[in-house]
């Protein structure tokens, strides 16, 4: 059974630049979450995806959207980066709307210059 | 607005002995409550879990212990060895909303030897 997996591992972007995040979850898993950890923070709710539509959002602005696709993997945009995006992004997937187990994928570590 | 804290940024224990760790939360609202391990380069992995209808769960050397009255959660771990040197985070759900966690700021424990 594959894992989540996430990609690129590492990135790093200047102000005002887009960027995307890719996560594919695990097999048999049809709901995937995306979180942003702060340096010195606990992970923080962006967004969540379940069968290709968006199933609640977090406290973040307009300019992070993001996608999932038939297979279930999905995808984070940032636009017009700040300073502050900078941080570990966390994706993790899980069965079903109820479902509180979430799998958590290793993360990809943005830096915004 | 942090509605999961864990109060103690670190914490150091001798291997074989106690570790707990704390965390308190502030949203009644919250119905079920998880603990996860997160080493470096790895996302956070799944430790213990427990819903708001019971006051202890445990598994292994591992239980988590509920204080509704206080908002309040613990995990001991007895007794303690060095790979369980981790960054722990605690996390809460709420019952309406999203199927998304909310994390606290994590506790490093460091076992040793």
């Known amino acids: 059974e594959t894992g989540v997996t996430q990609s690129p591992t590492h990135l790093i972007k200047t102000r005002g630049q887009q960027v995307t995040l890719r996560c594919s979850s695990q097999s048999g898993h049809n709901t995937v979450s995306w979180y942003q950890q702060a340096l010195g923070q606990g992970p923080q709710f962006i967004f969540q995806y379940y069968r290709e539509e968006e199933n609640g959002r977090g406290n973040f602005p307009p300019r992070f959207s993001g996608l999932q696709f038939p297979n279930y993997s999905s995808e984070l945009n940032v636009n017009a980066l700040e300073l502050d995006d900078s941080a570990l992004y966390l994706c993790?997937?899980?069965?079903?709307?109820?479902?509180?187990?979430?799998?958590f994928g290793p993360g990809t570590r943005l830096t915004v210059l | 607005d942090q509605q999961v804290k864990q109060n103690s940024p670190s914490l150091s224990v001798q291997e074989g002995r106690i570790s707990i760790l704390n965390c308190d939360y502030t949203n009644s609202m919250f119905d079920y409550f998880l603990w996860y391990k997160k080493y470096p380069a790895e996302g956070p992995t799944f430790l213990i879990s427990i819903s708001s209808i019971k006051d202890k769960n445990e598994d292994g050397r591992f239980t988590v212990f509920l204080n509704k009255s206080a908002k309040h959660l613990s995990l001991h771990i007895v007794p303690s060895q060095p790979g369980d040197s981790a960054v722990y985070f605690c996390a809460a759900r709420a019952v309406t909303g999203a199927n998304n966690l909310f994390f606290g700021t994590g506790t490093r424990l460091t076992v040793i030897p």
């Open positions: 993790a997937s899980s069965t079903g709307q109820g479902n509180n187990e979430q799998f």
